[in-house]
């Protein structure tokens, strides 16, 4: 049986002293930590498999926290980011959330700033992959049904005959009892309106996820450190 790891937290700074000082922070306070001194190390060497969060500098040479940031959202990265500036404003800071940070820290940090902010993108991050969990599997059921049983499938969900449907679709009313049968054998359901509780549990997990993954907090709060 796999053992679950800890939450890991990835420190991405080009200054050495300041990724050790941030390090020892955390870590006395209980957290994983793996430093990396630029973005290119982290695309290069991270474990993306691992939960934790991203502790993001926002000015480096080569590729920058925003353009990282980017970068691991065109390539569909759930990782939360919390970014850590020198040169805080306003508009950066409300740039970086728009594109799903969990908060915008001004260097240097306090502890009691950093690490419940820290604490949260974990948080966020492990309840994203619970999300997802769950949506693969109905995903896994959901792929088992042809089309034209998906297509039975919605049609039933919104309580509609078997004549109704089969006007729908354009097909006999043996083809939608046929397909009906097949489907509800398909999804391990009994009835329409458990084919309506699948169809919605698929729908609240894709709010959900998306809740999830571009939630800000309040950024006023980033700029009391």
Request: aromatic share 4%; charged share 30%; with cysteine.
């Amino acid at each position: 049986m796999k053992v679950k790891q800890p939450p890991l937290i990835r420190l991405v700074d080009d200054d050495p002293s300041v990724c050790e000082s941030l390090a020892f922070v955390l870590e006395v306070a209980g957290l994983q930590v793996k430093g990396y001194s630029s973005a290119l190390d982290f695309l290069a060497w991270d474990d993306r498999e691992r939960e934790g969060g991203l502790l993001l500098d926002v000015r480096m040479p080569e590729m920058t926290g925003l353009e990282l940031q980017r970068r691991l959202r065109s390539e569909g990265v759930d990782l939360p980011i919390v970014f850590l500036s020198a040169h805080g404003d306003i508009e950066m800071a409300l740039r970086a959330v728009r594109e799903g940070a969990v908060d915008f820290l001004v260097k240097p940090p306090r502890p009691e700033t950093l690490i419940p902010a820290l604490q949260r993108a974990c948080e966020r991050h492990r309840e994203i992959r619970r999300l997802k969990r769950e949506r693969e599997a109905l995903d896994v059921v959901w792929e088992k049904l042809t089309q034209g049983e998906r297509e039975a499938a919605q049609l039933v969900a919104k309580g509609l005959t078997n004549k109704e449907i089969a006007g729908v679709l354009d097909i006999s009313e043996e083809a939608v009892k046929s397909r009906r049968s097949a489907m509800l054998g398909k999804l391990d359901v009994r009835n329409a309106v458990e084919v309506a509780e699948f169809l919605r549990e698929r729908e609240r997990l894709d709010a959900a996820l998306l809740a999830a993954t571009s939630a800000c907090e309040n950024l006023m709060a980033s700029f009391s450190a």
